[in-house]
């Protein structure tokens, strides 16, 4: 299932860039998640999207930090003026309808110095 | 608020050694549950998921794993690892019908040849 493809691989930013990171879903998925994975942390869910909708945004920072699926192009997470604390692992997952049997690309590392 | 523990954060196995890797999660409801599996520079991949049924769950590539409703543990076991089973593991669940995993915080196998 290596049809969820997430770019770029590794991103850095300095503190106070932006980071954008992309997610296209599986062919026929229109269900879309993000899940970020801190340094020694699990996986924690940030947001669920459908096209041109958010679902579920209960699992985001509520500053600085913002999604969208637009109706033609990728999934995309944008992380405004970036901080040390924003480093991690940041990946997507897609699926066919609403369901936890999600199909997950190979995430994105984010490091900002 | 569901929680998952697993217990080892690296474990180191000769090939041919048996695996047995420890999951217990919190959840006051009915649950689903999932191993995951990363191999280095891959996407996250689902080995196994239990929904109902049977608790002995059959996997990909010779893992199983047991559902111990009583001792709220979803441990994932191979009778015989190989150098290939080199990766890092993640034990996750939801609840039913809900489509937010939460992860344990994973587990590195190394496997020696």
């Known amino acids: 299932n290596a049809g969820v493809m997430q770019n770029p691989r590794h991103l850095v930013r300095r503190r106070g860039q932006e980071a954008r990171l992309r997610c296209s879903p599986m062919?026929?998925?229109?269900?879309v998640y993000w899940y970020r994975q801190l340094p020694e942390e699990g996986l924690k869910f940030m947001v669920y999207?459908?096209?041109?909708?958010?679902?579920?945004e209960s699992g985001m920072p509520k500053e600085r930090f913002s999604a969208e699926f637009p109706k033609e192009g990728p999934s995309i997470l944008r992380i405004q003026q970036v901080v040390r604390g924003d480093s991690a692992a940041y990946f997507c997952?897609?699926?066919?309808?609403?369901?936890?049997?999600?199909?997950f690309g190979q995430g994105t590392r984010l490091t900002v110095v | 608020a569901q929680s998952v523990s697993q217990h080892n954060h690296h474990v180191i196995l000769s090939e041919a050694a048996s695996l047995e890797l420890g999951c217990n999660y919190s959840?006051?409801?009915?649950?689903?549950l999932f191993w995951y599996v990363q191999y280095p520079g891959q996407h996250l991949q689902l080995l196994l998921k239990?929904?109902?049924?049977?608790?002995l769950v059959k996997g990909i590539k010779g893992f199983e794993a047991e559902f111990i409703k009583s001792k709220f543990s979803f441990n994932l076991r191979k009778p015989s690892v190989q150098w290939s089973d080199t990766a890092e593991y993640f034990c996750?669940?939801?609840?039913?019908?809900?489509?937010?995993?939460?992860f344990g915080k994973g587990t590195k196998l190394s496997v020696i040849p």
């Open positions: 997952a897609s699926s066919l309808g609403q369901a936890p049997e999600a199909f």
């Open positions: 062919k026929g998925h229109s269900h």
């Open positions: 999207l459908q096209k041109e909708n958010i679902i579920d």
């Open positions: 959840y006051g409801g009915t649950v689903n």
């Open positions: 239990y929904f109902s049924g049977d608790p």
């Open positions: 996750a669940v939801t609840g039913a019908g809900s489509y937010q995993l939460t």
